[in-house]
């Protein structure tokens, strides 16, 4: 399968909503509610932010949400602050791959 | 608490090998399945193989056969990535990532950084 499609960057200022979008085909995003999110900041591992399209694990805040529409997936982080600031990636199961990932997206905080 | 512990980055020359290791701890290992997942250097995630931790059974990406091995010990609950023959392209971090239901890397290892340079 092919990457997911993500746009290479974002930006938004503090206070501020910006929304990430992730898009697939009817094979994986579109086919299953197993869409998540993860954060990385330089230098560190991924961490999850978003699991089966808009549930967070305990520990993220409520500013992160996801949601899906149709082979689309999105991540919506409302009231930037500047520790958003990070690659983000989207990934989807798609069968026989596991985990499909997106090329990331580097959110900037201006 | 959940802990995946990998080995430390490694230096290699061409046509070498390597074994990057991740230790978990904090779960029942056998639980979850674990998975490989590659980032090269200013790129982005590749998912490479997830292994299923009860038979030890791989399961490989495509590009990811031949010169790639998982393994797991389950009696030291510690999973596995040998790469043979090494080429530049394989300069990367490795993650080891554990995934529950529903395709969820829920933890991940801390990452270990191969560069492979003569």
């Known amino acids: 399968q092919s990457a997911l499609t993500q746009p290479p960057s974002a930006s938004g200022s503090p206070g501020q909503s910006v929304t990430i979008s992730c898009t697939g085909t009817?094979?994986?995003?579109?086919?299953?509610?197993?869409v998540s999110w993860y954060q990385q900041h330089p230098g560190k591992a991924p961490k999850l932010m978003i699991y089966?399209?808009?549930k967070r694990p305990s520990g993220v805040p409520d500013r992160f949400s996801g949601s899906k529409s149709g082979n689309t997936a999105s991540l919506t982080v409302s009231g930037l602050q500047a520790e958003d600031e990070a690659d983000y990636y989207c990934?989807?199961?798609?069968?026989?791959?596991?985990?499909?990932f997106g090329g990331g997206t580097k959110l900037t905080v201006l | 608490q959940v802990q995946l512990v990998q080995s430390g980055s490694e230096l290699k020359k061409p046509g070498a090998s390597v074994k990057v290791s991740c230790k978990a701890s904090?779960?029942?290992?056998?639980?979850?399945?674990m998975n490989w997942v590659r980032q090269a250097p200013g790129q982005g995630l590749e998912w490479m193989a997830w292994?299923?931790?009860?038979?030890?059974?791989?399961t490989y990406a495509q590009g990811f056969t031949g010169r790639f091995v998982f393994s797991l010990d389950t009696s030291v609950s510690t999973v596995y990535l040998q790469i043979s023959s090494l080429q530049a392209e394989d300069t990367a971090v490795y993650y080891c990532?554990?995934?529950?239901?529903?395709?969820?890397?829920?933890?991940w290892g801390q990452g270990t950084l191969v560069t492979v340079s003569s």
């Open positions: 990532a554990r995934v529950s239901p529903g395709a969820v890397a829920d933890y």
């Open positions: 292994i299923d931790t009860n038979t030890g059974k791989p």
């Open positions: 904090g779960y029942s290992f056998t639980s979850y399945a």
């Open positions: 089966e399209v808009n």
């Open positions: 990934s989807s199961y798609a069968g026989s791959t596991p985990l499909l």
């Open positions: 009817s094979s994986d995003v579109g086919g299953y509610n197993y």
